[in-house]
């Protein structure tokens, strides 16, 4: 089952998002289910919006970031809210 993400980063900066975006991107298997990604720049920080094929796929993703997100300096925030997608739907992909 789908499940949607949505992590709020107080103090994380555009910048430190796209230093640890770019190191991601070299390894884009890490990416394996998810279906769409939002960061969105707020006062405080950012917010972030995933929509993942499973949360195991989720995990998986997240087992591998955070070491990376750490080293990079990042805060340890709270968890991020995690609920279950009754319908999901991308325009002029079908479904």
Not at 16 to 34: H, K, M, V, W
Not at 55 to 83: N, S
Request: glycine share 10%; hydrophobic share 40%; net charge negative.
């Amino acid at each position: 089952m789908a499940i949607l993400v949505h992590a709020v980063l107080d103090g994380v900066t555009t910048e430190q998002y796209d230093t640890l975006n770019a190191r991601l991107q070299s390894t884009p298997e890490i990416f394996d289910g998810c279906i769409s990604h939002a960061c969105v720049p707020t006062e405080s920080g950012l917010e972030i919006f995933d929509l993942w094929e499973s949360a195991e796929q989720m995990k998986a993703f997240a087992e591998k970031m955070m070491p990376i997100a750490t080293g990079l300096g990042w805060p340890e925030g709270p968890m991020p809210r995690v609920v279950e997608v009754h319908h999901h739907w991308i325009p002029g992909a079908g479904g």
